[in-house]
Structures are given as C-alpha cells and as structure tokens.
Nanobody
Framework: QVQLVESGGGLVQAGGSLRLSCAAS????????MSWFRQAPGKGREFVGG????????YYTDSVKGRFTMSRDNAKNTVYLQMNSLKPEDTAVYYC????????????????WGQGTQVTVSS
C-alpha cells in the first residue's frame, strides 16, 4: 500500500513559479513510477508528467515541456513538480499517482492517488 499526500499548491500570477510536493508512505516507494495529473473544472484528468523509479527518466505532456520539471528523492519518499512560467491554462487540481512498471499517460493505469492540491494562475 502507498499513501500519497500533495502539497505546495496556491495562487500565483502568470509567469510565476510553484513547486508541488508529493509525500508517500510505505517502504517500497522507490519501486514505483510516479506521475502528476491535473484536472480543470469540467474537464477530464490530464497527464502532466511522469518519472521512473530511479529518477533517471522523465516524460512530459507537450503543453508543459520546457516549463515543468519532475524530480524525486527516494530517501525522503517524495516526488516534486517544479512549475515555471505558469499560464492561466495551468489552473487545475494537481494529483500525484503511483504505479509499478513504466510511465503510463492514462489515469486508469495508476493504483494509488493523492487527494490533490489546487493550483490557480491569474492573468
């Protein structure tokens, strides 16, 4: 079992930055691929980025490439999402998710989810 708790969301102006954190419980955190998804009002849950268990490979959706960066610290059981050059269209609830094996861009591929953290970008 893995429990996930996100933090770091908030209100920021366009062009600003935020860093989200996702703290995981469980001794096997390092075995899990971790991803971030987001969901805007009235829309489906969208893949943002994923990082492999070792942290040596990450994959991002096109709309955030060059602006968002994922990292993880397995010793702290934490994964991060650094978000720079934020845009109003980045406004959403951001969720972290965990799965075994490789990165999956579909929400249905994940076994564990956090409760989400709100990110609001004002224009």
């Amino acid at each position: 079992q893995v429990q996930l708790v996100e933090s770091g969301g908030g209100l920021v102006q366009a062009g600003g930055s935020l860093r989200l954190s996702c703290a995981a419980s469980g001794r096997t955190f390092s075995r899990y691929t971790m991803s971030w998804f987001r969901q805007a009002p009235g829309k489906g849950r969208e893949f943002v980025g994923g990082i492999t268990w070792s942290g040596d490979s990450a994959y991002y959706t096109d709309s955030v490439k060059g602006r968002f960066t994922m990292s993880r610290d397995n010793a702290k059981n934490t994964v991060y999402l650094q978000m720079n050059s934020l845009k109003p269209e980045d406004t959403a609830v951001y969720y972290c998710a965990a799965r075994r094996y490789g990165i999956d861009t579909s929400p249905s591929g994940y076994d564990y989810w956090g409760q989400g953290t709100q990110v609001t970008v004002s224009s």
